[in-house]
């Protein structure tokens, strides 16, 4: 069971405009800024969003996130066949006092 | 460009202790947390725990009595050992770096990650 909660599954079609929640508490998301992680199989996550809609050099402007009290969401906009992975949104946790994570969500575009 | 990479043995058995080391290169490893996290097979990501580049750490509860993480700022390397493992421990294990000095960043994030070590606990 993730601290963060995500939907299991996500699809759209090429163009399209998809979103993926993020869940969580007073602890970590409302308190601290959210990251976002893409993962292709047989690889390891690599930063996708930090501070919760800051892009790494490198990333498309296709991804965006925003954050609003305890939940965050990823868009990625003009959908293309090499976003299908899976996408994980992270967060530091307050009481933990370390990182927690979501379950993740498996993009597929059809 | 920053390369974390770990290493170690991919089978360990039941109630020995899995050990793991990762080697940074091409930054300094002070001033950041040095991480471990794991997947298991078809899972998700779970963190086990950090060591700062001064020695402290902070470790996942659910895993803490079994968990030591260390750092070895001379070699640029840092440890993980987890004691008694079980068949549920099986998973790829990453390296991360955590940074606060991310440009506009407002809070850390895991910038760089090693590639995964795979291991499976079986006898």
């Known amino acids: 069971q993730s601290v963060l909660a995500q939907p299991p599954s996500a699809s759209g079609t090429p163009g399209q405009r998809v979103t993926i929640s993020c869940s969580g508490s007073r602890t970590n998301i409302g308190s601290n800024p959210v990251n976002w992680y893409q993962q292709f199989p047989g690889t390891a996550p690599k930063l996708l969003i930090y501070s919760n809609n800051q892009r790494p050099s490198g990333v498309p402007d296709r991804f965006s996130g925003s954050k609003s009290g305890t939940s965050a969401s990823l868009a990625i906009s003009g959908l293309q066949s090499e976003d299908e992975a899976d996408y994980y949104c992270a967060s530091w946790d307050d009481s933990l006092n370390g990182p927690v994570f979501g379950g993740g969500t498996k993009l597929t575009v059809l | 460009q920053v390369q974390l990479q770990e290493s170690g043995p991919g089978l360990v058995k039941p109630s020995e202790t899995l050990s793991l080391t990762c080697t940074v290169s091409g930054d300094s490893i002070s001033d950041y947390y040095w991480n471990w996290i794991r997947q298991s097979p078809g899972k998700g990501l779970e963190w086990i725990g950090y060591?700062?580049?001064?020695?402290?750490?902070n470790y996942n509860p659910s895993l803490k009595s079994r968990v030591t993480i260390s750092v070895d700022t001379s070699k640029k390397q840092f440890s993980l050992n987890l004691s008694s493992v079980t068949a549920a421990d099986t998973a790829v294990y990453y390296c991360?770096?955590?940074?606060?000095?991310?440009?506009?960043?407002?809070?850390?994030?895991?910038?760089?990650w090693g590639q995964g070590a795979l291991v499976t606990v079986s006898s």
């Open positions: 991360g770096r955590l940074s606060y000095r991310i440009p506009r960043a407002t809070g850390p994030a895991h910038d760089f």
């Open positions: 060591v700062y580049s001064s020695g402290n750490t």
